[in-house]
Structure formats: structure tokens, C-alpha cells
């Protein structure tokens, strides 16, 4: 069944709890400065100097040495008699060797801090090669959170992309070499002490990019509004990360040299980063990321034919707040929210070119089931507002399918 039943039971008892404002314990320490604004990259030497950094490793992936950037960053850094050491050997969803041949060639050079430029695989392998050269071991040991026993060095980290948010998060999402698994691996020490965010370092997107990076932010402020682990805190960073996506990713797509719309992209991907650290991700993450691993099919791509489904699936339990992400006045009566929600996500994708069915992406019917069993073990498919197994997790795929 690719749509909830009519049983408003539960969603029932979640609008009684919206309208008596049941608020779930939380901590929040802040640990990421800030830094926004259109030419914000020329305070990058300040910004390192200030936090003592003399011979960092400058993690950045071959396509932003091509648009400039890179040149650009070593240039501010110099100016503060910063000398870079420049690590470009990675690409899309970093993996483990990937990390640890960062980590060989950071070693013998004695840097002293790390800057992530670029996607979310230049900020999750900066926090990778963290990790191991400051508390060494495997990739695989840090899987999980807290596993970090000494001290970081210290990072910045300056997106060129509106997406995965990981500049305001302290989780690295790096991938088994050999498997192909996404492991998250976090710890308080990983978060940057510094986030730079100028938008005019995102007008280098190709239009590809800038679809499906825009819309894992889009998937990011759905799936942290509804979570079992969503706080009010949580809540304004999804509802105003959803305002500003919801609003400009129409506009990017149309019109990509609008800084504007841009910068409340950058933004919009920012805050859906601090609601994953308070809130965590839920079934469409779980569904999404077998389908990146088995068939490398691009992230935000996987996103935009499982979300839409997930969205409707969870109506039973999440639609009044479906609804109030939508502006609406939850109604307790039996809301439609999930439908209209999951029609826009739908209209977003199409907008952007993005599939909608698992059947172009080169999936068999026949590999389903093992997609489910893979989806139900992914951490984030814990955290759905309906609890999520592999059964409902086959369901998913076959109204994907």
C-alpha cells in the first residue's frame, strides 16, 4: 500500500501533543562559529590565523581546483603567512581508503589544523582524516559516536554546495571500501570551529549538482521535522530550513547566478545540518543510502524517488506535523498534509530533472528484498516517527519500483 491508512489514531495523539507543547529534554552547545555572506572567503586568512593555524591540510576535491577555488583559498591563506597542504586524492562519498591515504599524506608534512572545501566529501573526509591521525586506528572503530578519546585539530569548513549541511555537524558519513556501507561516525570533537558560508563559491555548481545536493537539504528539514528524536530546538532549525528550500530551490534551478536565492540555499542546508545533530534522519536516509552503495545511484537522486513514498507512508503518524511544516493549522480530524507534502517534494524533483522511479535506475524487482533487508539496518531508519522494518521497508521500494 504506497499511502497510509485512514486510521488518524496516532496522528491524533501527535496534534494533542503539538497543541500542549510536550517538549523533549535536550542539550545544545553550540560548537561551529558562523561566518555568512557573498565574499565571505576573503576572511578565511583572518579566520586562520585567529584559531593559530600555520600548516593546515587543505581537503578539496579535483573539481574545485578546475573552478578556482582552491587557488583562491591557498591565495587568502598566504596572505596571513599560512602555508597549505593541499590533499585532492578522494571522491564522491569518501571512503575508507580514501581517508587513510589522506592521512598518508598529511602525516609526514605535520600539519597542525585541517580546512574541508567543498560538498559534504570534502567536509566528511577532512573529519575522517581527523579522526585517524589524531586518535588512530580504523575508519570502522570510530563508527557510531563518541568514540574519539584525544583531541582534534582544529578545522574550518567552507562549503561550495548547498547540501549535505555536514559544516555544522560533527558527524562524517564515509563509506566501507569494501562493502560499499555508509558508516556515520561522530564525535563533539569533530564538529568545525569555523564555518565559512559565501554564496557566490556556489555558483561554480554544475546544474546536476546543484539539483541533487539542493534536494538532500530538502530531504534533511522533512525527515528532522518528524523524527523520534526531535526537540523544539530542532523544530525552528527543520521548519526554517524548509522555509528558505522550499522557497529558492525552484529559483537556483532556474535562474543559477541569483545570489540570493543562493545564499538562502547555503543557509537553508546550514540550519538543516544543526537540526540533524539535535534530531537525526529517519526512514527515506535508511532507503536512500542501500541504493547509493549497491548501485552508486547519486544521493540526492535516491532521495527523490524514496522520500515522496516515505513522506506518505509516515502520514499516519507525522501529518499534523507535516502540516505545520506546510504553514497549515493541524487538523485532527484526518489530514491530508503527507499527500500534499509528499506532491510538492514530488513537483520539486520533477523540477529538477530528478527520477522517480527505482526501475530507471537499473534496480530489478527481483533485488528489492535485499534492498529492504539493507534499509531496515540503517542507524537512521531508528529514529522514523513509524517504526521501520524490512517489511515496511520492501513496501517503500515496491511503491518506488
Known amino acids: ?182 558508516m556515520a561516525c561522530g564525535d563533539p570533537k569533530a564538529a568545525f570551529r569555523v564555518a565559512i558560508l559565501d554564496p557566490d563559491l556556489t555558483l561554480s555548481q554544475p546544474a546536476s549538482v546543484t539539483a541533487t545536493s539542493g534536494f538532500d537539504a530538502l530531504a534533511h528539514a522533512v525527515e528532522t521535522a518528524v523524527t523520534t528524536r526531535r526537540t523544539a530546538l530542532s523544530d525552528c532549525f527543520a521548519r526554517e530550513s524548509w522555509r528558505l528550500l522550499n522557497a529558492h530551490y525552484e529559483t537556483v534551478l532556474d535562474h543559477p547566478d541569483d545570489v540570493d536565492a543562493r545564499a538562502a540555499m547555503q543557509l537553508g542546508a546550514f540550519h538543516a545540518g544543526l537540526a540533524i545533530e539535535q534530531s537525526m534522519l529517519g526512514a527515506a536516509h535508511a532507503c536512500a543510502n542501500p541504493l547509493t552503495a549497491r548501485y552508486q545511484v547519486t544521493h540526492g537522486a535516491a532521495l527523490a524517488i524514496v522520500l515522496p513514498h516515505v513522506v506518505r507512508w509516515n502520514g499516519i503518524e507525522a501529518a499534523p506535523i507535516y502540516s505545520r511544516l506546510l504553514g497549515d493549522t493541524p487538523n485532527p480530524d484526518g489530514d491530508d498534509a503527507a499527500h500534499r507534502l509528499a506532491a510538492r517534494l514530488r513537483h520539486l524533483a520533477d523540477r529538477a530533472r530528478l527520477p522517480s522511479q527505482l526501475s530507471t535506475e537499473g534496480v530489478r524487482e527481483t533485488d528489492l528484498p535485499q534492498l529492504a533487508d539493507d534499509a531496515a539496518v540503517e542507524w537512521t531508519g531508528s529514529f522514523n516517527p513509524r517504526p521501520f522494518t524490512a517489511a515496511d521497508a520492501l513496501e517503500i521500494y515496491r511503491c518506488a519500483f
Do not use: W
Open 1 to 182: 500500500m504506497c499511502g497510509p491508512p485512514r486510521d488518524t489514531t496516532a496522528s491524533n495523539a501527535i496534534a494533542a501533543d503539538i497543541g500542549r507543547e510536550r517538549l523533549t529534554p535536550f542539550e545544545f552547545q553550540p560548537r561551529t562559529r558562523l561566518v555568512f555572506g557573498a565574499g565571505s572567503i576573503t576572511r578565511l586568512g583572518a579566520i586562520a590565523s585567529e584559531l593559530g593555524f600555520r600548516r593546515p591540510l587543505l581537503v578539496a576535491d579535483h573539481g574545485l581546483v578546475e573552478a578556482g577555488h582552491v587557488h583562491l583559498a591557498v591565495r587568502q591563506l598566504a596572505s596571513a603567512n599560512i602555508r597549505a597542504v593541499p590533499f585532492h586524492a578522494f571522491d564522491v562519498n569518501p571512503d575508507t581508503v580514501m581517508i587513510e591515504t589522506g592521512c598518508a599524506a598529511a602525516r609526514p608534512r605535520e600539519v597542525d589544523a585541517i580546512i574541508g572545501l567543498g560538498g559534504g566529501s570534502s567536509m566528511d573526509c577532512a573529519k575522517g582524516i581527523n579522526l585517524l591521525l589524531t586518535n588512530g586506528g580504523r575508519m570502522e572503530d570510530y563508527r557510531g559516536y563518541g568514540k574519539a578519546h584525544e583531541p582534534l585539530l582544529p578545522m574550518i569548513g567552507i562549503p561550495t554546495t548547498a547540501g549535505t549541511g555536514s559544516e555544522a555537524q560533527s558527524y562524517a558519513v564515509i563509506a566501507d571500501a569494501t562493502t560499499h556501507v555508509k
